[in-house]
Structure formats: structure tokens, C-alpha cells
């Protein structure tokens, strides 16, 4: 463990992102090896992709579970897409705790704690008891309830894709062109297209492209202190349903 307390910038603690994500009812998703397999697959991606905006890497903590922490906030809707592209969306779930650290920084996510972890507890509590893909929590009411019913419709968009759909938005989004999906996966243009026509896959690009400004602005809002807690608690934190 670093010696050293939480981090602060222009007097204010750093704010950070845990990231959790857990698989749904992973017995299901075929053999066991493989599905382990798969998982360390995906946090080898995630540290090797994220890591310089990792305060500590991706782990498995329990199960199935795995958890990372990031000192760059914008980061962390490109770590949920990164995990999408390797578990489809409702295979998994993840949550978003946004906050401080209450304890030293440490290489190892299970030796820390304070309110970005206590947060990411909640949200993938509530994603996996509400069968939900991706929930938020920060200290901010406002700002949960925003991001929450944003990824509450990126969510049931995605959840509908089937393997193949899915398979081929990724390879979209890796290769930038049609053309070149295609010629990956030996297919027609034409049947990517298609194959692609009813998954609002535009709109998911459009919407997503803009979450990491939305979390970057995060830093500066909650970092406002008590401005940013008051206003959170206007209202209660809407109930999360799934579509």
C-alpha cells in the first residue's frame, strides 16, 4: 500500500470511479473454464487499455466479480463499453461508484474504502437486484437520476441485440467501416447492414460519444461540496425498473 492519504486537487479530496462488474447468473453462460477464462481476458484488456487512468487495476474480488478504480472519471463509460464488447450486456452487470477515497491508495481495490467504493456497492446492488445492465451512484441525486435513465435506455436497446448484432456493433465500432466488418467475419456488406438496420446502432454511438464529457463534468460538480450534496437532496434517487 502507497504511503500516502487520498489525493487532493485545489484543496478538495480527488474524486474517483470504482467500477464493479459481475456476471448474471453465471452458470448459465456455458463452462465454467471457459467463463473464468474469459473474465481474466477481459481485465487483462481493461489494465493494459486504461492503465494510465487507473489509481488501481482491475481484480477479481469475489466470484465472478470484478473491480478496478479510475482517477480519470471520463474513463469510465469507455470501461463500460470495453466490458460490453467482451460479455454481452446481459450477461453482465456493472456498477459506477463516483467519490472519494477514505483510506491510503493501494495497488490491490480490496485494501481500499471510503464513499467511490461504498457508492459502487450500491449501484451494482441495485443493477443486479433490478436486473439492470449499468447503474450510477455519486453523491448527487441529480446527477444519478441523468445518467441512470441514460443508460436505463442504452441499457434496453443493447439487452435486445442478439449475439450477432452485438458481435457486429463491436467490430463497427473497432474498425470504423462496414466494409471492413464484413470482410472480417468473410460476409456480405449487405448483411451487416442489415443485420444492423433495427439496433439503433447510430444512436447508441451518438449517445455514448458523449458520456465522457458528461462523467468528466462530474469532477468539477460534486467536487463543489456541500452545493453539489444539497441539491442531490431535493429528491429522492427515482426507482430503477428494468424495460
Not at 435513465?149 to 442504452?154: E, F, I, Q, R, S
Not at 431535493?234 to 425498473?241: D, E, N, Q, T, Y
Amino acid at each position: 500500500m502507497r504511503d500516502v492519504g487520498p489525493e487532493r486537487k485545489n484543496g478538495r479530496a480527488s474524486l474517483y470511479a470504482t467500477v464493479t462488474a459481475d456476471l448474471v447468473e453465471s452458470r448459465r453462460l456455458g463452462n465454467r473454464a471457459d467463463v473464468q477464462d474469459k473474465l481474466g481476458r477481459l481485465v487483462r484488456s481493461l489494465n493494459a487499455r486504461f492503465k494510465r487512468s487507473l489509481a488501481a487495476p482491475f481484480m477479481v474480488t469475489l466470484g465472478d466479480e470484478i473491480q478496478g478504480l479510475l482517477h480519470d472519471l471520463e474513463q469510465a463509460p469507455r470501461v463500460v463499453s470495453s466490458i460490453h464488447a467482451i460479455f454481452h450486456p446481459s450477461e453482465i452487470s456493472v456498477g459506477i461508484g463516483i467519490g472519494q477515497i477514505a483510506t491510503k491508495l493501494s495497488q490491490r481495490v480490496t485494501e481500499m474504502d471510503g464513499p467511490a467504493f461504498v457508492n459502487a456497492r450500491g449501484a451494482i446492488g441495485a443493477a443486479k437486484k433490478e436486473r439492470l445492465e449499468v447503474v450510477v451512484r455519486t453523491s448527487d441525486g441529480f446527477a444519478d437520476g441523468v445518467l441512470n435513465a441514460v443508460y436505463l435506455l442504452l441499457g434496453g436497446v443493447e439487452a435486445g441485440w442478439t449475439k450477432p448484432q452485438w458481435e457486429r456493433f463491436n467490430l463497427y465500432k473497432e474498425l470504423g467501416k462496414v466494409e471492413k466488418v464484413a470482410a472480417r467475419l468473410g460476409i456480405s456488406k449487405q448483411s451487416v447492414s442489415k443485420s444492423l438496420r433495427n439496433t439503433l446502432w447510430s444512436r447508441v454511438l451518438t449517445v455514448e460519444s458523449h458520456l465522457p464529457e458528461i462523467f468528466a463534468s462530474l469532477g468539477e460538480s460534486l467536487g463543489k461540496g456541500p452545493a453539489a450534496e444539497s441539491r442531490g437532496a431535493v429528491g429522492a434517487r427515482p426507482k430503477l425498473s428494468p424495460l
